[in-house]
C-alpha cells in the first residue's frame, strides 16, 4: 500500500483533502501534516512514498520542505500543490519537485499524478534507476548556452521566437522548460510540447531566472569527461534525428511533438553520464570494445537502460504519454501492426530516425546494412522499401555524404 504524506498549514484544506480522497482509502495510506516540521517528523517513523505539500507555510515552506526530504530521503516522490503563483519560491522548487499542481486541484488529477508517482516507484527497475530519477532534479544545464540564452533575454531585439530557438538547441534546458510550461503553475489548457509557446507562457522574467538558477546549480555539479562519450556528438545525434523526425511521413501527431521527442529520445544518456557516471563509463567501454549497442551494455552494467531512465523522467515531469512511450521502446518498439495509410506513428517515428540519425555519421556507405534499426518491425509497418530513400534524404538533409 503507498504511503502518501499531504503537507497543509490551512486545516480546512487538509480535511477538504482528507474527505475528497476517501474512496483511496483502500489503495493508500494517507497522512497528514499541518506544517513541514510535522511532516518530517513523520516521516522519521513511517517510511513515505511520496509527499505532496503546500507552498506556502508558515516556518518551513513547501520549497524548503522539499529539499530537505530530497537530501534525506531521495527515493521519496515529491509533488507541490500550490494555491498561488510565487515564481521566488516556484523556483527554489523546482530543481526538488517532480511534479507542480495548482490548488484547487480536481481530484482525477490529483490522482493521476500520485498515481504517475507511485507506478514510477513500483516499475522502476533497481534502487540505482531510481536514485538518478529522484536526484535529476537539480540537472543543471550547459553554461555555453546559458550564456547565450541570458545575452539574447537582455537584447530588447531579440524576439520569443529567437529565445525558442536557442532553447531548442539545449536538450536539458528545453525539457526543463516544458517541464514548468506543463506544470499547473501556469495553468495551461493543454499539455505544450513546442518550447515557443512554453515560453510564451512562461515568460522571460522566469525564464531569465530559470536559466540563471540552472547555471548556478552547475556550479555545484561539476561533472568530469566520461571515456568514450562525447556531450557534442550526443547534442548533433538528437538534433538529426529531431530533423529527420520532422520530415518522416507520420500519421496524426504534431510536428512539434516529433520533433520534441526525437529531441529528447536519448536523453537518459545524459541522465546517466552526470549521475552514475562511473557505470555509465563502463557501460560505454563495454559498447566500445565488444561493438554492442550502447543500451544492451547498460542494461548489463545497470540493469536499465537510457531509455527507460530518460522516459521515467519525462513521464515525472509531465511529458505527453505519446513521448513517454515512443522514448521507452526507441530501441525495441513494441510490435507493430499494420503499416497505417496515414504514415508512421510517434514509435516508429522516433525508432526510425534514430536509426538513421546514426547512419548519418556511421561512416559506412549507403549499401551497408543499417544499423540500430528492428528489421522485422520496419517490414511489419510495411516501410522497408522507403527506407533506402529515407536513408539518403537524411545524409543529405545531416550534410554527409552517401
Ligand atoms: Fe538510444
Ligand atoms: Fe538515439
Known amino acids: 500500500m503507498k504511503k502518501i504524506l499531504f503537507v497543509d498549514d490551512e486545516p480546512q484544506l487538509l480535511e477538504g483533502l482528507r474527505r475528497l480522497l476517501s474512496p483511496q482509502r483502500k489503495d493508500w495510506d494517507m497522512r497528514f501534516a499541518a506544517s513541514g516540521e510535522a511532516a518530517l517528523a513523520v516521516m522519521e517513523n513511517t517510511e513515505i512514498d511520496v509527499v505532496v505539500t503546500d507552498m506556502r507555510m508558515p516556518g518551513m515552506d513547501g520549497a524548503d520542505l522539499l529539499t530537505r526530504v530530497h537530501h534525506r530521503y531521495p527515493n521519496v516522490m515529491r509533488i507541490v500543490l500550490s494555491g498561488h503563483f510565487d515564481v521566488e519560491a516556484g523556483l527554489r522548487a523546482v530543481p526538488v519537485a517532480h511534479q507542480f499542481l495548482m490548488k484547487p486541484c480536481d481530484p482525477f488529477k490529483l490522482k493521476a499524478a500520485i498515481e504517475c508517482s507511485s507506478q514510477l516507484h513500483n516499475f522502476l527497475p533497481d534502487e540505482n534507476t531510481r536514485r538518478v530519477i529522484s536526484a535529476i532534479g537539480s540537472r543543471p544545464s550547459p553554461p555555453a548556452i546559458c550564456s547565450t540564452l541570458i545575452q539574447a533575454i537582455n537584447d530588447p531585439d531579440s524576439s520569443l521566437g529567437m529565445i525558442g530557438e536557442i532553447v531548442d538547441r539545449d536538450v536539458a534546458l528545453s525539457a526543463k522548460v516544458l517541464q514548468l510550461a506543463n506544470s499547473a503553475f501556469f495553468s495551461l489548457p493543454h499539455t505544450v510540447t513546442d518550447v515557443r509557446p512554453a515560453l510564451a507562457v512562461i515568460g522571460i522574467d522566469v525564464l531569465k531566472q530559470l536559466v540563471l538558477s540552472a547555471a548556478i546549480l552547475r556550479q555545484f555539479h561539476p561533472r568530469r569527461p566520461i571515456q568514450s562519450f562525447s556531450v557534442d556528438e550526443f547534442e548533433l545525434h538528437a538534433r538529426t534525428s529531431a530533423q529527420i523526425a520532422s520530415y518522416l511521413p507520420a500519421d496524426v501527431n504534431a510536428v512539434s511533438l516529433r520533433v520534441m521527442t526525437a529531441l529528447l529520445h536519448d536523453v537518459g544518456k545524459l541522465v ?125 538533409a545531416a550534410g554527409v555524404s552517401p
Request: charged share 20%; aromatic share 4%.
Open 272 to 396: 546517466l553520464a552526470s549521475y552514475l557516471s562511473e557505470k555509465f563509463e563502463r557501460a560505454c567501454g563495454i559498447s566500445g570494445v565488444e561493438k554492442c549497442p550502447l543500451h544492451l551494455a547498460e542494461r548489463e552494467v545497470l540493469g536499465t537502460s537510457h531509455a527507460e531512465v530518460g522516459a521515467h523522467l519525462l513521464n515525472l515531469w509531465g511529458l505527453p504519454r505519446a513521448a513517454v512511450d515512443a522514448i521507452a521502446a526507441h530501441h525495441r518498439p513494441a510490435p507493430a501492426t499494420a503499416g497505417s495509410e496515414h504514415g508512421l506513428d510517434l514509435m516508429a517515428v522516433v525508432h526510425i530516425s534514430s536509426a538513421l540519425a546514426h547512419d548519418c555519421f556511421a561512416h559506412t556507405d549507403l549499401a551497408a546494412p543499417l544499423g540500430q534499426v528492428d528489421d522485422d518491425y520496419l517490414r511489419r509497418l510495411g516501410v522497408t522499401p522507403q527506407m533506402g530513400s529515407w536513408r539518403k534524404a537524411a545524409r543529405d
